[in-house]
């Protein structure tokens, strides 16, 4: 590609057929859940893992957070950049569970039965991680309220929201969307919207 003048670095960081956007569109699949008794919430951990680890809200906020920076890619082509966010590292979690040689995938099980697969070595990355909140604010109930997985190397539809379960599993097995069509992986610098792509 020839050198661009006007390029001031941010290029590179905007995937091909991407637009970029300064709101937060919101978009799933499904009616927003919203919590008024805390006490009924949980986080599942299963699948091929020793033992099953179930985190109530109140066991949840007691990890560890940190911050973590990231651009966002949804397969509708809008892009948002510089995102702030304060979540809990898969690594913190990860401490808590004893995967089983067999665990090579990942299903992210969201209200309502929705769901969204990704490879283990993917969930694993030190960019992913279990967000509470967005430049500063609580999630609201749109955005994922209480915990919504960010995956931000993968198209954001792999970045499940009001997050209730994570399944280990032997073998790839398609989501919500990747059974309607969605690409299995969907790397938004390949292009991988479709499973035709
Ligand atoms: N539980 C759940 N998570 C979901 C979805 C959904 O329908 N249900 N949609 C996905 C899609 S397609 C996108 S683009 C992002 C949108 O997140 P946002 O509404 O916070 O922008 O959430 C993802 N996570
Ligand atoms: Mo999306």
């Known amino acids: 590609m020839p050198a661009d003048p006007k390029d001031t670095g ?29 006490g009924k919430w949980d986080l599942r951990l299963f699948g091929w893992i020793e033992e099953e680890v179930t985190f109530s809200y109140k066991d949840f906020l007691a990890l560890p957070r940190r911050e ?21 590292a898969v690594s913190t979690l990860m401490e808590h569970v004893k995967l089983k040689p067999e665990a090579k995938f990942v299903m992210l099980h969201g209200e309502h039965g929705w769901s969204t697969n990704l490879p283990l070595d993917d969930f694993l990355r030190d960019t992913t991680f279990l967000g509470i909140r ?45 059974r309607n069509g969605y690409h299995m992986y969907g790397n938004p610098f390949k292009e991988q919207r479709y499973d035709f792509d």
């Open 10 to 38: 941010i290029n590179h960081r905007i995937p091909p057929g991407q637009t970029l956007t300064e709101g937060f569109p919101v978009l799933h699949y499904g009616s927003v859940p919203y919590y008024n008794d805390m």
């Open 68 to 88: 973590f920076k990231n651009d966002i890619h949804c397969v509708t082509t809008w892009s948002k950049l510089d995102n702030v966010w304060e979540g809990v």
């Open 134 to 178: 967005h430049n500063g604010q609580l999630l609201t109930p749109e955005h994922g309220y209480p915990v919504r997985a960010v995956v931000p190397h993968l198209y954001f539809w792999k970045s499940a929201k009001w997050l209730r379960g994570i399944e280990f599993m032997e073998k790839d097995k398609p989501g919500f969307w990747e």
